[in-house]
Structure formats: structure tokens, C-alpha cells
């Protein structure tokens, strides 16, 4: 199959000049502004002595700065790594010299907080005189040496030399990077963009994170190599999902792509049926983990709009097999069909195994794991099991692996097993994932203490070690976790005793005033003293406060008061206050 060579993705970038690249909440970026970011920043690389091959780290809160760095490291064959903007010191560590990365480029907080010792270049979004690309704009960009003028990215050929590395979990003394060469990512941009029906002039809505796969790649990435836009609205939150999806009219999206999480919550909680409806709509996309049927039946016809379903990990690149309704894809319910890959079923065990040019060539600096990943013959090995169905797609049935897909985020026990772990009160933690509706599974942990400590506090400590994303949503003091003779733990037992466990907890003392008893269940669920919660208090200002912990105090509340308050105003709450006045409402 013949990909798009860097050279002609840069001559069509060029091109499109004053056409939309990136739109955000608050700003918009011109294809003309990125081809002028991508020069400058070349310069730059130039400037630092950087030769092709060298590794490099990027993180910042600024979507448009961090994809900047990130496009031009690709055009310019510099190996880059996206980190997270809330990776801790240990983690940035471990990767720069697991990486020899000899530059950063990242928000002056996080160059103080890591100070890796190596160049580093601040991405600021502070006010100054002249924007970014030499004309003032509303709110400036910066990169505080960046070169006045800018040179020509060196436009590397289409091999097996590296793209980019995206370090997906793994502990912080041992980081685990995948290695994405430049034809895995253009013949994977190639396949999704044709089987989505992705041209120049497009408006793709993903408002994933960043930092994994499916925000950065399937993305900003697969717009440009498009020539698409990508529309970025600042990130999914059942607290203003009503802005947010209303921006996707808004901005006149063509395609819509999320997680099958989100598409729970749009299903339960959307106040409205027209977010899709404008003509320029032609598909609505699922990633990063199974959609199930019912789902995908009721959004379908709950908005009037075909929905397709995208299976693939970090080590395909974005994607692999496809369901939904156009001709090279599978069956809805199922996981799809290959396209422009290779894919077969391992005849003992029933794993799923890809072979093709989306596929990675192994772990960074890992032999070990690299050689386990491959059969002898060279397929990939998922870890999932899968059964083949009757036109040649495959419908997924588990994990081999123990690793928790929450929300479509893909969580290894072991990081949060180490993290709790190094807390001088536990003595030992065990996490396991629990089914959950809408997150499909979440993350619990198991604790053993050896001296007094609550959960709020273990809680403390986690977000002080974890992205937020990755802190479990209950840890659970046991006496002993169950474990075998070997000394392995044994997980069937952990998950049935935390269960029940969960299910078990919750507020018990009811009479109080209105505000004072929301204010015990929210600090209970968002694991924080309630002295730290007032009716002003939002998602922005509770660090716990996130989509799946709203739903659970909403939960919580309804049981606590005996009440069914409107499943469709959890959308609309803004702060405690809100909540505090529903419930009064609702008793009244």
C-alpha cells in the first residue's frame, strides 16, 4: 500500500494557508500559523545542535504549543515524547534518562519541578508584545527562544527510523516506551482517515488527552496529514457537557469521535437530541475500548447518526480492526474487521494477533518484553481474547493481561500498587479493577497498614505520585489481602471482598441541615476534609472532583436523602451549591 510521504503532507500544509488547523475554546490556529511554528521551531532544533534521531520531551497545558513541537519534531526527524502536563518529578525522570533526551520544551513550572538537567525551552502562555508568529493576538503564545525566522524542516523519508515514542504506564524506576516508526504512523493516518471518510476541509471534533494515542494521533496529527482541522473544546466533563457538546455544532464538526465512556454519559445525561443534526455531519466514532451493542443502538437512534466503533492500542498506532455501518467494517457489537493489517486467532488460547505496517517494531530499550509481545513469526500479541465471527470480523470476550481499561484509559495495577506503596503507613497495596456501568472498570486498591493513616490522606498521597486519572477511586483498609502460597495475590477473592466492601460504605447519619449533610457526602466522595468544601466549591477548585465522582455524589446523595432527583440535572450542576439546592427542592 502506498502512504503519504512527509514531503507531500508538508507541500499540502503549506498550502492550505488561513485554513483551520486547530480550533480551541478561545482561539483558533491557521495552517499558515503551523507551517510558521514548525519553521521557527526547526530552527530552534538547529540552533541546539540537535541531529535526527535525537530524543526530546514535550509537556504543556497549551494544546497548540505542545502539537507545534511536537508536528515539527516529526518533519524534522527529532524523536519526541508527549508527556502529560501532570506527570510527577520521578516519572519525567526516569523517561529523560531512559531516553537520553537532550531537550525539553515545557511550561516553566514543570522545567522547575523536574529540572532534568538538560536544554530546556519554556512554553508560556504569558502576554507579550508581539504573538508567537509575529502579529499580536488576543492571548499570545510564546516559546521563549524562539527564533525570529524560521528554516525549512529536513523532511526525513518514510522508513522504519523512529517517529516518536509514547511512554503509555509502567512504574517510575521503569517506564515503558512505545516505539512508533514514521511508516507505522503515516500508514495508519492513511487507513483511518479513508475508512472515516476524512478529506481536506474537514472538521474533526477530538477532545481526548493529549498525552495517549488517541488524542495526539488520531487528532491533531490525523487532521494534518488530512489537511482537516481538528476541534479541541477543553476537555470532557459531565459538568459542562451541555457547552461542550454544543460546541460541536458550533464549530460545524463533520466527525465526532470519544470513548465509549463518554458516549455512556452523553446517553444518560444529555438534556438534548440535536447536538449531531447539522448536514455537515457525516460520523460519529468510538475508540480505545469496546462499545456495546445497546449503547451503539440507542445513540444511533437517539441521534439519527451512523456510529463506528474503532479497535487498536498504542502499539498499532491508533487503530486495527473497524465496525460499524460502511463497507470494509464489521458488525456492530464486535470489535470489526482488520483493515489494511493482518489479524488471526491464536487456535489455544484465543488471543487476538495483528500483523501489518500499523504495527510497532517493539518496546524502547526493552528486549525482554519486546521479544514476548511477538510470536515467533512476528504477529503482535493484544492480550485480548476474542472469538471470530461468521464474516471474518472478531467480537471481544477479555484481557489475558490483569490491566484495568477505565474509560477507555489503560491502567497498570502495578503503578498504583507502588505509588500507595511508598507511603511509610502501607505495608502492602493491591489494586484490581471493579466493573462499573459507564467506565466500564475502575480502580480500586487494597491496603495493609502499618500505622494509622485514612483514606483521604492515602488519597493525598496518590495524587501526589499518579496522574489523576490514574488514583484509584477507593482504597481499602483490609487486615490481610487475601494471597496465595506463592505469595501472589489472588484477585478473584480481592475483587469480591472489595465489592462488597464498597457497596458497604457510605454515610449513615441523616438529620442534619441540608447544606451540612451534602457537604459529609461530597467530602466522603471526593475523599478531602469537609472543611476544605463551601457551596462555591466546583470541579475546578476539588482535586477529586472529576465525571466519575460526580455521578457517584449524585448517587450518594439520592441514597442519603431518600430521593430521585432528575437524572438529566447532573449535567447542569456547577458547584455544591447547585446540588445543595436540588435536594431542598426535590424535599420540598
Known sequence: MTHASLTSIWSRLEALGTSDFMVLRDQSYSYADLADAVRRVCALFEADGLREGDRIIISSKDDFASVAVFVSALFHGIVPT???????????KGIASDTDCVAIFADPD???DWNLGVTSHAISSQPAKTGWFGHSRKQPLSIKDLPEHGIAPRLPPTDNSLAYLLFTSGTTQAPTGVQITRRNVLANTATVARVMNLNEGDRLFNDMLLAHADGLVQGPVLAMTAGASVIRAGGFAVSRMEDWLNSVRREGATHFITVPTVWALIDRYALHNDYF????????MS???????????RIEQRFGKSLANEYGLTETVMSALYAGPHGEMGAKGTIGKPVDCEARLDPETGELQLRGDNIFPGYWRNETRTAESFTPDGWLRTGDIVRQTSDDGFEYLGRIKAIINSGGLLIRPEEIDEALGSHPAVLDAVTVGLPDAEFGEIAVTAVELCDDVNEVQLTDHARQMLEHLKVPKRIVVLEKIPRGDAGKAKLQELRSLLANRVSESGPTHKGGPV????????ARVFRCDPADLTRQSTPDTVAGWDSFNQMSLFLAVEQHFDLRLPTR???????????TDLVRRSKE
Not at 87 to 92: K, S
Not at 569 to 579: F, K, V, Y
Request: hydrophobic share 50%.
Open 82 to 92: 508527549l508527556l502529560s502536563s501532570e506527570t510527577r518529578h520521578d516519572r519525567a
Open 277 to 284: 443534526d447539522a448536514p455537515e455531519m457525516r460520523l460519529l
Open 287 to 297: 475508540c480505545a475500548a469496546k462499545l456495546e451493542h445497546d449503547l451503539w443502538t
Open 110 to 112: 514543570l522545567i522547575a
Open 515 to 522: 447544606a451540612a449533610e451534602v457537604t459529609k457526602i461530597a
Open 569 to 579: 440535572s447532573l449535567a447542569a450542576l456547577r458547584n455544591l451549591g447547585d446540588l
